[in-house]
């Protein structure tokens, strides 16, 4: 079973930037498509974006431009670069893996079912 350990959030200032990692053991993410998530309070979970097993990436409107999604096949790593943070973007941030090895990049997050605990995003202005 995977399991999906991510780092890197904290508290940034509007303008500032963080790098999210999401390290995965119990099964390589090399053949898995993975996305980024977040969740603010009273709010559904929502795509932010994606990278596929091939290095396809697909990003949310709302982080096009700002955020940069990468993988190092070796660490067994994705990474979720996050510049010009803005007070909108605070929330909790996940990982997770498709299901399916080699299966396309998919936005809804019901399709996926190993998250990881999700580190804080907080944007102060």
């Known amino acids: 079973q995977v399991q999906l350990v991510e780092s890197g959030g904290g508290l940034v200032q509007a303008g500032g930037s963080l790098r999210l990692s999401c390290a995965a053991s119990?099964?390589?993410?090399?053949?898995?498509?993975v996305g980024w998530f977040r969740q603010a309070p009273g709010r559904e979970r929502e795509f932010v974006a994606a990278?596929?097993?091939?290095?396809?990436?697909e990003y949310a409107d709302s982080v096009k431009g700002r955020f940069t999604i990468s993988r190092d096949k070796n660490k067994n790593t994705v990474y979720l670069q996050m510049n010009s943070l803005k007070p909108e973007d605070p929330a909790v941030y996940y990982c997770?893996?498709?299901?399916?090895?080699?299966?396309?990049?998919?936005?809804?997050?019901?399709?996926?079912?190993?998250w990881g605990q999700g580190p804080q995003v907080t944007v102060s202005s």
């Open positions: 119990g099964r390589t993410f090399r053949s898995y498509a």
């Open positions: 997770a893996p498709v299901p399916s090895p080699f299966a396309r990049v998919q936005v809804s997050p019901e399709v996926y079912a190993y």
């Open positions: 990278i596929s097993w091939s290095g396809n990436t």
